[in-house]
C-alpha cells in the first residue's frame, strides 16, 4: 500500500499526523513529525507547522526563527504573513506594519478593514499607522464593529479618521 503513494501525499500524510498529535496535546511527538519533514522538497508547511507550535509552546524566538527562514524563498509570503500574525499577538504593532509594508510590496494589497474595542485607542493609532505605512491602500474602519470608551471619544475617533482619508463603514 505505502509504495502506491507519492512523495507528495507521504509529505501530506505526514502533515496531517503531526497536526493530529499537536491537537491532542503530544507535542514532542508532533514536533518530530514537522521536522522529519524538513529535508522535504516542499517545507513550508512543516516550517509554519514548527513556527505555531513553538509560538503555542511560548518559544516566541523559535518561531519568529522558523517564520524568518521562509522570507528568501518563493513562498515568503507565507512567512510574512505569519510574522504579522506574531507581531500582532506580541502587541508589537509597528513591527507588524513593517512586514505588512514588505507583504504589499510582494503582493500588493488593495483593502485594510479594521475592527475593534477602543476606537478612540487602539483602532485610530492601527489606522493612523497602517494609513501611514501604505498611504495608497484603502484603509477601512468597521464603525459598527467599535466601541470607544465613551460615545463622544467614539464619534471622535471616527470623525479624525475620516480627516485622514481613512474610509468609516
Known sequence: FESL???????YAILELGRLEFSEGNIEKARNYFKSLL?????TYAVLELGKLEYNE??????????KSLLNTKNRIY?????IILSIKEKNYLEAFKYLKELNDAE????????GLCTDICVISNAMIAKATLPEVKVIVDSACC?????QSH???????????????
Request: overall charge neutral.
Open 5 to 11: 503513494l507519492t512523495t507528495e501525499s507521504k509529505t
Open 39 to 43: 529535508t522535504a522538497q516542499n517545507k
Open 58 to 67: 511560548g518559544n516566541i524566538e523559535k518561531a519568529r526563527d522558523y517564520f
Open 79 to 83: 512567512g510574512i504573513t505569519n510574522l
Open 108 to 115: 500588493p494589497i488593495e483593502t485594510i478593514t479594521l475592527i
Open 147 to 151: 466601541a470607544g470608551v465613551t460615545p
Open 155 to 169: 464619534n471622535n475617533a471616527l470623525e479624525a479618521m475620516k480627516m485622514c482619508q481613512i474610509i468609516i463603514a
